[in-house]
């Protein structure tokens, strides 16, 4: 029941202001600078892109039984937009899992950690047994253009490497129940042994498809902090994300339009030069001030301004636009009141 658990949490913080579309635009990590803000103001960055492949049919069946439960009501002000009912909130306090998630962190690097991982321990363990027409478990081509070249590097060395692969994982299991390794390492593939999927997981400890797919991800969160944050401890695991690490956080629109803007463009120079609309460029502007420090706000927002979207704010207990613009005076835009929603949110 995780998956109702993490739905019931999005909505319970929401409070009905956004449309059941945006929790599950949140889910899918969709990389729309509203979805990324909505991650940022309502705090819940540790959903984000948590399940990139997780489809709308599933999503909306997911809601239906929620509702049936009676865990879950429609707003009467919002269309598509609910509420968390008494009941669901009970059962919510009642069925906290031991989980935890850090899914805009590791929003671009969790599926190339496990498909790596996975790939390079089967390639390694067959090399080492001078079997080589296997069947591979990762169907990427980038996953596998990586395994080659790290291959080629150790090629004769497969006893040490997998060893240390070894060690690592056992320090980091470890710190896991032992249900959560046994899941984890079920699903390592070697010689001759192929990992189980996720059905065969859930038939196997007796879990939904969903809560096997959130333990795995919520278990590499923590083991990517571990490596992340102890290079003392892991030499080896850390290589699997190495070219992650750096990773630009803007979108590469948001990053062209940055450059601009540092450079000394105006916005209505930035929208002739791009050929983009001038609310592309506001979007733009609302996403660098969500992930640059000393972002220079008072070049868009004045103090006084500033001040009176806060007090809107404050006043309108909520983060939606028009409840926010009815209370702010005529000349205020909603880029301005994004702009600072964006960076006290920050």
Not at 15 to 23: F, G, K, P, Y
Not at 197 to 216: H, N, P, R
Not at 270 to 298: G, M, Q
Request: proline residues 1%; glycine residues 4%; hydrophobic residues 35%.
């Amino acid at each position: 029941m995780l998956f109702e658990w993490i739905l019931l949490d999005c909505f319970k913080t929401i409070h009905a202001e956004r449309t059941a579309s945006s929790v599950y635009h949140l889910l899918k990590g969709k990389r729309s600078i509203q979805t990324v803000q909505d991650a940022h103001i309502y705090k819940l960055n540790q959903y984000y892109g948590i399940y990139k492949h997780l489809t709308k049919a599933h999503f909306e069946s997911k809601l239906t039984g929620l509702m049936k439960e009676n865990f879950l009501e429609e707003s009467s002000s919002l269309q598509s937009g609910y509420f968390i009912t008494r009941p669901g909130y009970e059962w919510f306090q009642k069925n906290q899992p031991g989980l935890s998630f850090e899914g805009l962190r590791y929003y671009d690097k969790t599926d190339v950690f496990l498909e790596r991982l996975l790939l390079l321990i089967q390639t390694l363990t067959n090399s080492k047994m001078s079997f080589y027409s296997f069947i591979p478990v990762i169907d990427n081509s980038k996953a596998e253009n990586w395994v080659k070249q790290v291959y080629k590097k150790v090629k004769g060395k497969e006893s040490h490497v997998l060893t240390k692969i070894y060690e690592e994982l056992h320090i980091l299991l470890s710190s896991f129940s032992e249900q959560e390794a046994s899941i984890f390492v079920d699903r390592l593939t070697g010689y001759k042994k192929y990992g189980l999927s996720l059905f065969q997981l859930a038939e196997k400890y007796q879990m939904t498809e969903d809560d096997v797919y959130f333990t795995i991800i919520s278990m590499t969160h923590r083991i990517l902090k571990s490596v992340e944050t102890d290079k003392t401890v892991f030499s080896v695991l850390p290589i699997f994300i190495k070219d992650k690490n750096a990773v630009n956080q803007l979108t590469k629109s948001a990053n062209e339009t940055y450059q601009y803007l540092i450079n000394g463009y105006s916005i209505s120079q930035i929208t002739s030069i791009r050929n983009l609309k001038e609310n592309t460029i506001f979007d733009h502007i609302v996403e660098i001030a969500l992930y640059t420090d000393n972002f220079p706000i008072r070049d868009y927002v004045n103090q006084e301004e500033q001040n009176e979207i806060i007090e809107a704010i404050e006043k309108a207990e909520s983060y939606r636009l028009k409840d926010i613009k009815k209370l702010v005076a005529d000349h205020i835009s909603y880029f301005q009141i994004r702009l600072v929603i964006a960076t006290v949110n920050k």
